[in-house]
């Protein structure tokens, strides 16, 4: 995965980017909805199959961090993925995706604690790493202690 943050962040060309499949049909993909209740985000998407083969697809959920003097973040990191039911032609399928935003804290040696740094954290969608588009942006306006060291 070091290696997949590393061309995405230096924003060079892969013949294969992360999540990357091989497939014989097009699929039209939508978030319909994204929801923060507590520190979970939810995003629900619907797949239809726009071409006249069946097949599945896998859609990916991707966090960008703010990067700050603490951290220097990665474009985008990798969070949770969900596959479709096999669709024949002209068939959709609702899929939800969820994550803790807690999970992606990161250690201040500092204070020895676990935190969300305060700053714009930006929630990607899409199926692959070089196919992702912003879906939803949370606001921290102050830093967020997860552990206490």
Do not use: H, W
Not at 32 to 42: M, Q
Not at 125 to 136: D, H, L, Y
């Amino acid at each position: 995965m070091l290696v997949t943050r590393y061309f995405d962040s230096a924003d060079v060309d892969v013949l294969f980017p992360f999540g990357y499949g091989l497939g014989y049909t097009d699929f039209k993909i939508k978030y319909n909805k994204v929801s923060l209740i507590g520190d979970k985000v939810n995003v629900n998407a619907s797949v239809k199959n726009i071409d006249k083969f069946k097949g599945k697809e896998i859609l990916e959920l991707y966090l960008s961090k703010p990067n700050t003097k603490l951290m220097d973040e990665s474009y985008q990191i990798f969070v949770n993925f969900a596959k479709t039911k096999e669709l024949k032609s002209g068939r959709k399928d609702n899929v939800k995706l969820e994550f803790k935003l807690s999970d992606f804290a990161s250690y201040d040696s500092k204070s020895q604690s676990y935190i969300l740094e305060a700053g714009s954290y930006i929630v990607r969608f899409g199926n692959s790493s070089r196919n992702t588009i912003p879906c939803a942006v949370i606001e921290l306006p102050s830093r967020v202690i997860i552990i206490e060291g």
